[in-house]
């Protein structure tokens, strides 16, 4: 899977908009972008996802670059319960077993600390 | 809806004991992956199943560890003779699956951590 390139930290005052970027100059045609976030002692969650269109859902919007070589997680306004890890993950769907599924490799992932 | 559950929360084993992870899907889930976190990594694919069938087993250790989804019951992960290097947190995911098409979200349980004495 191709590699994605996040900024190890990055810092926030509640109720600002946060923009957390990730480079992926390397991605192919078939991957989705995911993001997952990640509280101390705590499984991954599911954040959002896309191919190629932005994306909104309740917890945060995901603009795509038109080349697809970059995308930005977008919280519009963050609260203290933001504060994670935030992963960006390239995965392309395999087909297996009559379906298709996903493996998600996680790396170091971007420590977001949100300030009151 | 109860999420995806994970049990034991925490495991303590000694070197040479065998280890077994249990993992129950979301309600409707008939898909589960499992991952492993070692400390200060990203967690890292192991295995993903279908109800009775393992579909891609391309990230576990080839030798001691061994995963099962039986029909009824939650999927199980097994480590056998666990060694020192086996100490991590274990997490297991579900998924919904419709048709053919993909990109659908994984929802991770809470995790187990293995310990290894």
């Known amino acids: 899977d191709a590699k994605t390139t996040q900024p190890n930290s990055m810092e926030s005052n509640e109720e600002e908009p946060v923009h957390l970027p990730c480079n992926h100059s390397?991605?192919?045609?078939?991957?989705?972008i995911h993001w997952y976030r990640q509280l101390p002692s705590q499984g991954p969650e599911y954040v959002i996802h896309?191919?190629?269109s932005n994306v909104n859902n309740r917890m945060a919007s995901l603009a795509i670059a038109e080349d697809r070589k970059s995308s930005t997680l977008i919280l519009h306004r963050a609260t203290l319960r933001d504060a994670a890890v935030y992963y960006c993950?390239?995965?392309?769907?395999?087909?297996?077993?009559?379906?298709?599924?996903?493996?998600?490799?996680f790396g170091q992932g971007t420590i977001l600390t949100v300030h009151p | 809806n109860a999420g995806v559950m994970q049990n034991p929360r925490h495991l303590v084993r000694r070197r040479g004991q065998e280890a077994r992870l249990r993992c129950s899907p979301m309600?409707?889930?008939?898909?589960v992956y499992w991952y492993r976190q070692l400390p200060e990594e990203g967690l890292k694919f192991m295995v993903y199943?279908?109800?009775?069938?393992?579909?891609?087993e391309s990230g576990m250790p080839k030798e001691r560890f061994s995963a099962e989804f039986p029909k009824e019951g939650p999927s199980i992960l097994r480590i056998q003779q666990v060694v020192r290097g086996d100490s991590a947190a274990y997490f297991c995911?579900?998924?919904?699956?419709?048709?053919?098409?993909?990109?659908?979200?994984?929802?991770f349980g809470p995790g187990t951590r293995l310990t290894v004495t």
């Open positions: 993950i390239l995965s392309e769907p395999r087909v297996a077993g009559g379906t298709s599924y996903g493996k998600l490799t």
């Open positions: 390397t991605i192919s045609g078939t991957d989705y």
């Open positions: 896309g191919l190629t």
């Open positions: 199943l279908q109800k009775e069938n393992i579909i891609d």
């Open positions: 309600k409707g889930h008939s898909h």
């Open positions: 995911a579900s998924s919904p699956i419709v048709g053919t098409s993909w990109g659908y979200e994984q929802y």
